[in-house]
């Protein structure tokens, strides 16, 4: 029987495995704590900080006129002043307002805009809460005022609307790589895409416990693209391997595979990049509504690469022995 040579490969990524291991299951791991961290938060009691979106209520962005550098404001101020909203001055308001003390108010573009969660309010009431807030802001921009209201039946129905799309589509793509490949491909195909899930849900875990980033419906939409981009880029690594299987039968499943990934590294990296450009473009020049959709598609594609490249490939030598 004749032994085929090995072809020349300049980077080969089973000697870095145990890196990307430890790597992987480190960043797992911070994942899970963040996450931990945030369910046990009095504030927050759940894996990912919630937005308005899941939670219902009224949410205020505020945009002052500045000429040229805004007064200083804290959120403190604003929260004071919301407080006395409650007071006897406004309990003539049909129907009253609710109470006001636990709203949540965010600072953007170093004061000159600003996000203010609160409980669920009539356009009445948030037309007062806007005019009352003119007197600690100073002038504001009718055209950078923005109310929205969803209430907490709706946000129930998106929140389960959105698990339910991701649980349809992972159940989707298990079965299309099972069919594809076979259940060892399959195995590894889920365990990069609940690694590149569990990755970037950590990261936001970690960003509502430090910066109050909360998650939306765009977030549940930005997991299921992260999902679809790994398993493409996996698939392509994974038709990859089958061929050296074919060409290089005689060699090692180790060796088949440093070749396959070396083969598919460059295409890899040049998608990734060309992906990341207009992703990137977003976060400096798309303004506040798409920063943090951009910053979570950002984060996913990067572990999504990684995984294809570091993770799956380095797993399939163990797995296909056992």
């Known amino acids: 029987m004749s032994t085929v040579a090995l072809p020349p490969v300049r980077f080969r990524i089973s000697r870095y495995r145990t890196v990307a291991w430890w790597g992987s299951a480190l960043a797992c791991l911070l994942s899970v704590v963040g996450m931990v961290l945030c369910w046990l938060s009095p504030t927050i009691g759940l894996p990912l900080k919630p937005g308005l979106d899941f939670t219902g209520g009224t949410q205020i962005q505020l ?3 500045c000429t040229a550098a805004c007064p200083p404001l804290t959120a403190n101020q604003v929260q004071e002043r919301l407080r ?9 308001q049909k129907p009253p307002l609710p109470s006001l003390d636990t709203a949540q108010v965010q600072l953007l573009d170093g004061g000159r805009s600003l996000l203010i969660r609160l409980p669920e ?8 809460v806007t005019t009352t807030l003119a007197s600690v802001l100073g002038p504001l921009n009718p055209a950078g005022t923005a109310v ?3 209430g907490p039946t709706l946000g129930d129905q998106l929140l389960r609307g ?16 099972t069919f594809r490949y076979d259940r060892v491909y399959a195995a590894l195909a889920l365990v990069c895409l609940a690694h590149d899930v569990l990755i970037t849900c950590g990261v936001f875990a970690w960003l509502g416990l ?17 999902a679809g981009y790994s398993v493409t880029d996996t698939v392509v690594v994974f038709d990859r391997i089958r061929e050296q299987q074919t060409t290089l039968a005689s060699l090692p499943l180790v060796d088949q595979v440093d070749v396959a990934v070396d083969a598919t590294l460059t295409r890899s990296l040049y998608t990734s990049l ?9 976060i400096f020049f798309g303004g506040s509504t798409l920063f ?21 490939p380095t797993l399939l030598p163990v797995f296909a022995r056992r």
């Open 63 to 65: 945009e002052r006129q």
């Open 148 to 150: 929205n209201t969803i």
């Open 274 to 282: 060309t992906t990341l450009l207009p992703l990137l473009a977003l």
């Open 210 to 226: 430090l910066r109050g980033v909360e998650v939306d419906s765009l977030f549940a939409v930005t997991l299921i693209t992260v």
């Open 292 to 312: 943090w959709f951009a910053v979570a598609l950002t984060v996913g594609i990067s572990v999504g690469s990684w995984s294809s490249i570091g993770v799956a």
């Open 121 to 128: 309010l009539t356009p009445e009431q948030a037309n007062v």
């Open 84 to 92: 006395q909203l409650n007071g006897a001055s406004v309990e003539q």
């Open 162 to 177: 959105s698990l339910v799309s991701l649980l349809v589509s992972f159940a989707a793509i298990a079965a299309y790589i």
